[in-house]
C-alpha cells in the first residue's frame, strides 16, 4: 500500500512503546497493591487509572491495524474512524467517573489530561476517518499525532497516578 509506505517504523516504535508501558502498568498496580484502599478508590480507580491503560491499548491497536498488509485505505480508515468514536464515547464516559467519585477532588491538569486531551485524539482519529479518501497523507498525519498524543497522555497519566500513590495515598510510617 503505497500511502502506508514510510510509517512502518512509526508505529512498530508506537505500538512497542504502547504495549510496553501497558506491562508496567500492570507491574505497578500489582506493587501498590498491598497500600491500604482509601474511601471511594475503585470509582477513582476507573476515572484515573483505567482510562491509562485503556490509551496506551488504543495505541497499540491503532499501530497493529495500519501495520496491517490492506489492499486499500478504505478498511484501515473504517477501523480507526471506529476507535476514534468509540474513544470519544468512552471519554464522556470518563468524565462522568471523574465527576462522580468523591476519593478525589481533580483539578484543571486532570481535567486536561484525563478528558481533553484524549477526547482530542480520539476525535480526531474519528474526523480523520472522514477526510482520509480526500486527503490521504493529512488523513494519515492526523492518526499519527493522535497515537502519539494518547501515547504522552498516558505516559503522564501513568506518572501522575504513580507519584500519587507513592506521595499522597501512601500510609505514613
Not at 55 to 70: G, R
Not at 145 to 160: E, Q, S, T, Y
Request: proline residues 5%; aromatic residues 12%; contains cysteine.
Amino acid at each position: 500500500m503505497p500511502a502506508l509506505t514510510g510509517w512502518e517504523n512509526f508505529y512498530v516504535i508506537v505500538g512497542s512503546s504502547a504495549g510496553a508501558l501497558i506491562g508496567l502498568q500492570f507491574v505497578v498496580i500489582t506493587l501498590i497493591a498491598d497500600n491500604p484502599v482509601i474511601r471511594d478508590m475503585e470509582q477513582a480507580s476507573s476515572a484515573f487509572a483505567t482510562p491509562t491503560i485503556v490509551h496506551f491499548s488504543a495505541v497499540l491497536l491503532l499501530a497493529a491495524v495500519i501495520s496491517m498488509p490492506w489492499y486499500g485505505l478504505t478498511a484501515p480508515g473504517i477501523c480507526w474512524g471506529l476507535l476514534g468514536l468509540a474513544g470519544v464515547i468512552y471519554e464522556i464516559v470518563v468524565a462522568w467517573r471523574m465527576r462522580s467519585q468523591t476519593a478525589y477532588s481533580p483539578e484543571f491538569e486532570d481535567l486536561l489530561f484525563h478528558f481533553l486531551l484524549p477526547f482530542a485524539a480520539y476525535g480526531t482519529l474519528a474526523v480523520s476517518a472522514l477526510t482520509a479518501a480526500a486527503h490521504i497523507r493529512n488523513a494519515l498525519f492526523a492518526v499519527a499525532v493522535a497515537a502519539l498524543l494518547l501515547l504522552f497522555v498516558g505516559i503522564h497519566n501513568a506518572w501522575d497516578g504513580v507519584t500519587y500513590h507513592v506521595f499522597v495515598s501512601r500510609p505514613k510510617h
